[in-house]
């Protein structure tokens, strides 16, 4: 499987076996968040065997079974931050997909106490991804059509095309799908559209799958 393999087959998943994952992954994948840090500025950390993380009656309110893995998103405060985290947690989470690993992304249905404790008091946590062998591959969801997301008029260049169907496979709040595409002076234009609950995450995310789809970087 590649990246664009696991941007299609990629689905959110709550429930987990009680497979461990293995070392050799575990490796890799610290590995990968050591680098995103490099390049970000961020401060993800990821947590093996620990249940503690989804503890709580959140959790099971959410439908969580069994996760004992957990990705943290954390950084300096800014403006940027939670697009950042977006951005880069998505890096991961298809990594993972590539892996043979499933995740789901989580803002508030865990034990924010605590997974707290791990993050450095002069960081911001922002959300959480969980991370391990899934009971199931979970489900596609439902997307609007193409056109409606686009802002630009006239045919749509073989790149843009791919870029813009990736960009609707990636997960966003509550399938919200706020955003906008466009090309302007032969470059990628990615903008939110309208308001929603964590629509600066799901931006990150969302510009990490048309640019490696594309293989543009979006303005």
């Known amino acids: 499987?590649?990246?664009?393999?696991?941007?299609?087959?990629?689905?959110?998943?709550?429930?987990?076996?009680?497979k461990k994952i293995e070392e050799e992954k575990r490796q890799k994948l610290e590995a990968l968040i050591?680098?995103?840090?490099?390049?970000?500025?961020?401060?993800?950390?990821?947590c093996y065997d620990d249940p503690d993380g989804f503890d709580s009656k959140m959790a099971h309110y959410g439908s969580f079974c069994n996760v004992n893995n957990y990705i943290i998103l954390a950084g300096n405060p800014s403006d940027t931050l939670q697009e950042a985290c977006g951005y880069y947690g998505e890096r991961i989470v298809l990594e993972a997909q590539v892996m043979g690993l499933n995740t789901c992304w989580v803002a508030l249905t865990f034990n924010k106490k605590n997974v707290k404790k791990m993050v450095p008091n002069n960081k911001k946590m922002v959300l959480v991804?969980?991370?391990?062998?899934?009971?199931?591959?979970?489900?596609?969801?439902?997307?609007?059509?193409?056109?409606?997301?686009?802002?630009?008029?006239?045919?749509?260049?073989?790149?843009?095309?791919?870029?813009?169907?990736a960009a609707l496979l990636a997960p966003t709040a509550i399938n919200?799908?706020?955003?906008?595409?466009?090309?302007?002076?032969?470059?990628?234009?990615?903008?939110?559209?309208?308001k929603?609950?964590?629509?600066?995450?799901?931006?990150?995310?969302?510009?990490?799958?048309?640019?490696?789809?594309?293989?543009?970087?979006?303005?």
């Open 196 to 219: 929603g609950p964590y629509t600066k995450i799901d931006f990150g995310i969302v510009k990490y799958h048309f640019e490696t789809a594309s293989g543009h970087k979006v303005y």
């Open 176 to 194: 919200q799908q706020k955003f906008k595409m466009g090309i302007r002076d032969g470059k990628p234009i990615i903008r939110i559209a309208g």
């Open 129 to 165: 991804i969980a991370i391990g062998y899934g009971e199931t591959k979970g489900v596609p969801h439902k997307s609007k059509a193409l056109e409606s997301f686009i802002v630009t008029k006239g045919e749509m260049p073989d790149w843009f095309r791919k870029g813009a169907e």
């Open 34 to 46: 050591r680098e995103c840090n490099e390049e970000s500025g961020l401060d993800i950390q990821i």
């Open 1 to 18: 499987m590649d990246i664009l393999q696991a941007i299609q087959e990629r689905h959110s998943v709550r429930a987990y076996t009680e």
